[in-house]
């Protein structure tokens, strides 16, 4: 008796542990739900949880914190579950019209979403550093390369130096992970300098837009007035809950007023009928950036 209760207790331990093995990656999470997959790329650690029909792609850090990069509902791909994602998407107050785009930094695809489902005549070109990233969009987010969207793997500094093609809106959502080569939220040092906005202007058509997503930093109202200097005229978003802003560089000279943007965005809530509020979008203006002499 004696050794057959110390084989089922060494089975239940075996057991245990196993399951302890197992549980991280089949265990529900946060609201992402489970572990779906996980790969190491060349330049970041990259987790797909799933919650029902909603995947979220996750970067994951050193110290083991997850940066959700993106997230889509699969039944609805082209609802923006991100409210910096619907921000970005300000340039239309703008620019109503436009035919072609680029998207710098893919993710899950959700823009590019959007993109087919509002305005599908739109060309987009969206350039991602890491094949990676564009392997799972295609396998987990249901993107795919078509007539009006293609997906270049490039280096987004290096695909500026060598491209001839110009955009309408230029969309700058790229991150890396954290490093020497970036700033404390991932993004590349190389495409935060003046001269390197002042390529993307070559870039543009007339009247055109380059819009950032900018994460909270120390270093935001340097990186605003940066953006400030290196163009005509600057709109500054604010993202709900401290989020971070979302900054409309344009190179049309006069400046719109807040009412102006307002009315843009009620045309726009009724020609897209999209889950968000464009208008709600523009009612989040800040005040213009002020540069002062010697800045």
Not at 146 to 155: E, S
Request: glycine share 6%.
């Amino acid at each position: 008796m004696t050794t057959r209760r110390n084989v089922m207790m060494t089975l239940l331990n075996a057991f245990a542990l196993l399951c302890a093995i197992v549980a991280p990656v089949q265990a529900y999470d946060r609201d992402a739900g489970f572990v779906e997959h996980e790969v190491q790329s060349p330049f970041s650690h990259i987790r797909i949880r799933r919650n029902g029909f909603v995947r979220t792609m996750i970067f994951v850090r050193d110290n083991g914190e997850e940066a959700w990069e993106s997230q889509m509902n699969l039944k609805s791909p082209h609802v923006l579950k991100f409210t910096y994602l619907q921000h970005m998407f300000a340039n239309y107050l703008l620019q109503p019209k436009q035919s072609k785009v680029l998207i710098v930094g893919l993710g899950g695809g959700s823009m590019v979403h959007f993109l087919q489902k509002h305005d599908p005549t739109v060309a987009v070109d969206a350039v991602e550093i890491d094949p990676v990233v564009v392997q799972l969009a295609e396998r987990f987010f249901n993107l795919k390369p078509q007539k009006n969207v293609k997906l270049i793997v490039a280096d987004g500094f290096e695909y500026f130096k060598k491209t001839q093609t110009k955009y309408d809106t230029i969309y700058m959502d790229a991150f890396l992970k954290p490093s020497a080569e970036t700033d404390e939220t991932g993004v590349p040092l190389q495409l935060r300098t003046i001269q390197f906005y002042q390529q993307l202007q070559s870039r543009l058509t007339e009247g055109g837009c380059v819009v950032f997503n900018i994460n909270p930093h120390a270093g935001l109202d340097e990186d605003l007035k940066t953006i400030a200097k290196a163009f005509p005229q600057t709109y500054v978003f604010s993202l709900p809950n401290s989020e971070g802003v979302v900054a409309v560089g344009s190179m049309l000279p006069e400046r719109r007023e807040l009412e102006v943007l307002r009315e843009a965005g009620a045309a726009l809530d009724k020609r897209f009928k999209a889950s968000f509020s464009f208008e709600a979008v523009a009612s989040r203006l800040r005040k213009p950036i002020v540069i002062k002499d010697g800045e």
